[in-house]
């Protein structure tokens, strides 16, 4: 089967540097996606990780080990812009299965 | 910046009615897939179509759904009798093979 976790809300400061973990357990992994999604509006392409490392896109970053079953999405110097629902999404064999995703919350 | 795009924004449909909803991929992409978002839950996948073929579907995809690839842009799933509880977002994506770009939706309501 397949099974993704993420938190489900998180809270941080503008300026500050916030952590979203993912971890999932599926086989037939192909890949590891990370979406932004404001309320009422399309996710956003933010990553999509298929190798273990840490792949730096900005002021975004996100991390995928693979043995672990283990990512996370790092946003650096926060801005207001960034409240929004993070959503994490395991590419297995060309079926993309998503987690509830991460509201988080950025105050000022 | 290349988009895919989606139409129509809205529908309203009655139950048992067919509705067919359009999408048109990023030109040069080969991968393409629909999904759907229930108002609060969250994204699920219900198809992925490759090489004029489907791929991939989920258990949500039964009989009632199909999709078509009819000329060389529009990518369509179509719901042959909608139910109430086919009411949701239904997003088109596009992908190259690594990044994958979501339409901005249809918002289907079935009465």
């Known amino acids: 089967g397949q099974n993704i976790d993420q938190p489900t809300e998180m809270t941080a400061t503008e300026g500050a540097i916030v952590q979203i973990n993912c971890t999932y357990q599926t086989s037939g992994f192909n890949g590891l996606f990370w979406y932004q999604q404001h309320a009422g509006e399309a996710p956003t392409f933010l990553s999509y990780n298929v190798l273990d490392g840490l792949e730096e896109k900005g002021r975004f970053s996100s991390f995928l080990s693979r043995s672990k079953g283990y990512s996370y999405l790092l946003l650096k110097e926060l801005q207001m812009k960034d409240s929004a629902s993070y959503l994490c999404a395991v590419n297995r064999d060309d079926k993309i299965i998503f987690g509830k995703g991460t509201r988080l919350h950025i105050l000022p | 910046e290349p988009e895919v795009t989606q139409t129509p924004s809205h529908q309203v449909t009655q139950m048992g009615q067919e509705v067919i909803l359009r999408c048109v991929p990023i030109?040069?992409?080969?991968?393409f897939y629909w999904y759907r978002q229930i108002l609060g839950q969250k994204v699920e996948f219900l198809v992925s179509f490759y090489n004029n073929e489907i791929s991939e579907k989920s258990e949500i995809f039964d009989d009632q759904f199909s999709v078509e690839r009819p000329d060389g842009s529009n990518f369509t799933l179509k719901i042959r009798s909608t139910k109430l509880e086919d009411s949701a977002m239904y997003f088109c994506?596009?992908?190259?093979?690594?990044?994958?770009?979501f339409g901005p939706g249809t918002r289907l309501t079935v009465l």
């Open positions: 030109s040069n992409h080969l991968y």
């Open positions: 994506a596009s992908s190259d093979g690594n990044e994958q770009f």
